[in-house]
C-alpha cells in the first residue's frame, strides 16, 4: 500500500474500534472483516448511501506529505489524528484539547466548534470563535498564549503550516458527536489581545455555502 492508503485504513480501524493495539497489522484487519461477509455487505450499502448524500464537493489538499485529507471533507477527529501522524494503529493520540501539533512536520490542527454550549465547555475554554467571511475567520488561541510566547510567535510568524477544522456543535440533533469540515489550510491576517490571542485567519479555499450559511446565521445572532 502506498502512504496514503495505509493512512485510509488506520482511518477506518479507528472508525471500526475505538482503541489501539487491537491488531498487529492492518492486514491482520482486513483478515478479520473478510471472516464476516455480512458485516462487509451492510458497510457498502452504507457507503453507497453516504455517497449518494454527498452536497459539497471535495478539494484535494496540496501539502508536502502524505496526507489523505480532503478540502471541505468532514472528519472526526480520530480520523483527523490519524491523517496528521498523531494515531497510529499501535498508538492512540491522548489529544483532547483546541488543538494537535505534529512539531516533525511543522503542522498545527485547530478544532472549532461554533455553538458552544455551557453543558461542554467550561467557562475558561468558551473561545470566541466565529467566521467572519467565507474567507477570514476570527479564532481565539488558548488561554496561555501571548504574542511574546513560542507558540504566539509562531503563530504570528508562520512557523507551523495551520489547518482548521470547524464543526456546527459538538452533537447532532441525534445526540451523535459530529464530525469537523476541514476548511484546509489558513494563513495568519492579524492578532490582538493576550492570554489569550484573538487571530484572524485567511482561508485559502472559501468556506462551502451550508457552512457559511450557518456561521452566519451565528454571528447575526
Not at 23 to 32: R, V
Request: hydrophobic share 40%; proline share 4%.
Amino acid at each position: 500500500m502506498t502512504a496514503e492508503e495505509v493512512l485510509m485504513s488506520t482511518m477506518f480501524y479507528y472508525d471500526m474500534w475505538q482503541d489501539a493495539g487491537i491488531f498487529k497489522s492492518l492486514q491482520e484487519m482486513f483478515d478479520s472483516l473478510a471472516n464476516v461477509p455480512l458485516l462487509i455487505d451492510e458497510m457498502i450499502d452504507v457507503f453507497t448511501l453516504l455517497s449518494d448524500s454527498i452536497q459539497t464537493l471535495e478539494i484535494p489538499l496540496l501539502i508536502d506529505f502524505p496526507c489523505p485529507l480532503k478540502v471541505h471533507g468532514r472528519y472526526t477527529r480520530e480520523q483527523i489524528q490519524v491523517a496528521l501522524g498523531k494515531s497510529t494503529l499501535a498508538k492512540k493520540s491522548s489529544g483532547r484539547e483546541g488543538v494537535e501539533r505534529n512539531k516533525e512536520l511543522n503542522i498545527e490542527a485547530m478544532f472549532v466548534d461554533l455553538n458552544k454550549t455551557e453543558r461542554d465547555y467550561s467557562p475558561t475554554t468558551m473561545y470566541n470563535d466565529y467566521a467572519l467571511s467565507e474567507t477570514l475567520f476570527h479564532w481565539q488561541s488558548q488561554n496561555l498564549a501571548n504574542e511574546e510566547s513560542f507558540v504566539g510567535a509562531a503563530y504570528i510568524n508562520g512557523q507551523n503550516r495551520m489547518l482548521l477544522f470547524v464543526r456546527e456543535q459538538k452533537k447532532d440533533e441525534y445526540n451523535n458527536t459530529m464530525g469537523y469540515i476541514f476548511l484546509g489550510e489558513v494563513t495568519y491576517v492579524s492578532h490582538y489581545g493576550n492570554r489569550p490571542m484573538n487571530i484572524r485567519w485567511k482561508l485559502k479555499t472559501p468556506m462551502p455555502a451550508l457552512l457559511w450559511d450557518f456561521a452566519g446565521k451565528l454571528a447575526v445572532g
